[in-house]
T-cell receptor
Framework: EAGVAQSPRYKIIEKRQSVAFWCNPISGHATLYWYQQILGQGPKLLIQFQNNGVVDDSQLPKDRFSAERLKGVDSTLKIQPAKLEDSAVYLC????????????FGQGTRLTVV | AQSVTQLDSQVPVFEEAPVELRCNYSSSVSVYLFWYVQYPNQGLQLLLKYLSGSTLVKGINGFEAEFNKSQTSFHLRKPSVHISDTAEYFCAVSEGAQKLVFGQGTRLTINP
């Protein structure tokens, strides 16, 4: 079974530029999460999708971050404009809908804003 | 809202020694508990989970954890660690099939 795919693995941008990350969840997983992991901290949820609908985006900085999940499969997370404090690893995870068991994580995208 | 506290940010141990990584949680409802491991430049991999039933849960790589409802704890243990166990360990809690809330992580360093 293929895992959660994320791209790119690494990205370096200047502040005020824009950037986008892509995630392809495990086939059949209706629930998709985007987490932000700042160095030395635990992952923090940015947004949760159920199919193509948003379940929780309470911690998403909506003035600069946006995410979409068209057709309920792939998802894109965008930052525009980026700030220095956005430097982090962005993790995508997926889970079967209604499943209280394991969430599967991708390898993440490491973003450095300079 | 649920929250997770990992009581140690770093734990150094010698190879073949036992280790315990501590985790406490708070939640107003029944929860599901998880331990994930993160190797350098990798995503998170599930070590073990508590959903219901026996409070002693066994996972991969010889790890186990005990759910203690009265103390709201879910400590991770391994009787004998190996160099390859060097990694960051995260405790997480979930209310139903909703979001996973993670602790700050514990960096486990194994010294030869």
């Amino acid at each position: 079974e293929a895992g959660v795919a994320q791209s790119p693995r690494y990205k370096i941008i200047e502040k005020r530029q824009s950037v986008a990350f892509w995630c392809n969840p495990i086939s059949g997983h209706a629930t998709l999460y985007w987490y932000q992991q700042i160095l030395g901290q635990g992952p923090k949820l940015l947004i949760q999708f159920q199919n193509n609908g948003v379940v929780d985006d309470s911690q998403l900085p909506k003035d600069r971050f946006s995410a979409e999940r068209l057709k309920g499969v792939d998802s894109t997370l965008k930052i525009q404009p980026a700030k220095l404090e956005d430097s982090a690893v962005y993790l995508c995870a997926s889970r079967l809908m209604g499943d209280v068991s394991e969430a599967f994580f991708g390898q993440g995208t490491r973003l450095t804003v300079v | 809202a649920q929250s997770v506290t990992q009581l140690d940010s770093q734990v150094p141990v010698f190879e073949e020694a036992p280790v315990e990584l501590r985790c406490n949680y708070s939640s107003s409802v029944s929860v599901y508990l998880f331990w994930y491991v993160q190797y350098p430049n990798q995503g998170l991999q599930l070590l073990l989970k508590y959903l219901s039933g026996s409070t002693l849960v066994k996972g991969i790589n010889g790890f186990e954890a005990e759910f203690n409802k009265s103390q709201t704890s879910f400590h991770l243990r391994k009787p004998s660690v190996h160099i390859s166990d060097t990694a960051e360990y995260f405790c997480a809690v979930s209310e139903g099939a909703q979001k996973l809330v993670f602790g700050q992580g514990t960096r486990l360093t194994i010294n030869p």
